[in-house]
């Protein structure tokens, strides 16, 4: 996940650690040189401090946060964002696949919750899936109106291991043509670039309306 971000340019984070993202938190220590986390005392002030570092750089802001409490303290930053339309990720941690949905110890769903002030959300069981869904986060946050992208990543799918594949190569090693591409949901019917119409819609039959009855001069409702 970290050499994503570095892949897309990303060189400040701005979070706050908790138990279900302490696997990323161990890669962000790793590549310390080259990505500078910095801890606030809240993750509200964390979503707007990367607020704030997209406003004045440009450049995509991140912000991480852990599960339950920590991914609803980012809510306000988020929505903060969205009506400004600055590019932001927000990296959120859940519990594991094995506990989704059942009600676990700081387990909310993050997604749902934050669906309406965000351009799109992700949800990643797979650890295969994350450096895409990263890609596609980035790009859908800094293209057209610009916004912030969640991705949620359940706790297992960060402690797994994948082969890395940088962006623009296939899995089978030949080089493809580096275009982020967006997922079917991100795409909202976008086709080589123009807008599909939608499809005809027959107009409705008429009904007819039955006329109201003469009401006498005068009479008056009890």
């Not at 859940?94 to 700081?106: E, L, M, R, Y």
């Amino acid at each position: 996940m970290v050499r994503v971000l570095r892949e897309q340019g990303a060189t400040t984070v701005f979070g706050y650690p908790g138990g279900t993202v302490l696997p990323i938190y161990d890669a962000l220590f790793e590549h310390r040189e080259h990505i500078t986390h910095y801890l606030t005392a809240h993750e509200q002030g964390a979503a707007h401090a990367a607020d704030g570092y997209a406003r004045a750089t440009g450049k995509v802001g991140v912000v991480l946060a852990t599960s339950g409490p920590g991914s609803t303290n980012l809510v306000t930053g988020i929505a903060a964002a969205f009506m400004d339309s600055v590019p932001l990720v927000a990296i959120t941690g859940n519990v594991g696949t094995a506990f989704i949905g059942k009600d676990s110890f700081q387990e909310v769903y993050t997604t749902g919750i934050t669906l309406p002030v965000t351009k799109h959300n992700f949800f990643v069981q797979d650890v295969r899936e994350l450096a895409s869904v990263l890609r596609e986060a980035f790009a859908i946050a800094s293209s057209g109106r610009k916004g912030p992208v969640l991705v949620d990543i359940t706790k297992d799918a960060q402690a797994t291991y994948c082969e890395w594949e940088p962006a623009g190569t296939a899995g089978d090693g030949a080089t493809v043509p580096f275009v982020e591409t967006f997922s079917v949901a991100a795409k909202s019917a976008v086709t080589n670039g123009t807008v599909a119409p939608s499809p005809a819609v027959p107009p409705s039959p008429a009904v007819p309306v039955a006329p109201s009855p003469a009401v006498p001069a005068g009479s008056h409702s009890q």
